[in-house]
């Protein structure tokens, strides 16, 4: 009979790394793959958290409005056009991006508080908005 190792046995406490075993060549796809899947999760909801409709009632819906109306109180005194109207939609999306980026008006200019990306996403809201 073999010895049993005592809570005292050197062996248990040495300072010796341990060898392991490399990863297998079959396990690498699956750990990529896993990874990937990781990371593409972590990207789309941080752009859903991001996205257009999300951007507009952050920053435009105190003035215009939950659905694009203009209809709050800012709305009202500022005699916004509504966003949804054929004159705002028959803009095109170049202009309208001017407009958010640049100000125009009363409106004040969203381009040091909005990337190029959020911007051309509220445009696409603005679209999705139409009457």
Do not use: W
């Not at 046995?9 to 750990?31: E, H, M, N, V």
């Not at 990937?36 to 958290?49: G, H, K, N, P, T």
């Not at 170049?94 to 381009?111: F, H, N, Q, R, T």
């Amino acid at each position: 009979m073999g010895r049993r190792p005592s809570a005292f046995d050197s062996t248990l406490f040495s300072t010796q790394p341990t060898t392991t075993r490399p990863i297998t060549r079959s396990l690498r796809p699956a750990i990529t793959l896993a990874v990937s899947l990781i990371l593409a999760a972590l990207i789309s909801s941080y752009a859903f958290a991001e996205s257009g409709a999300e951007t507009y009632k952050v920053h435009c819906s105190a003035c215009h409005g939950a659905h694009g109306a203009g209809d709050t109180l800012l709305g009202k005194n500022l005699n916004l056009r509504d966003l949804r109207s054929d004159a705002v939609q028959k803009e095109s999306d170049a202009e309208l991006a001017a407009v958010i980026s640049k100000g125009k008006d009363k409106m004040p200019a969203y381009g040091r508080k909005l990337s190029g990306p959020q911007i051309a996403d509220v445009v696409k809201y603005i679209r999705m908005l139409k009457k």
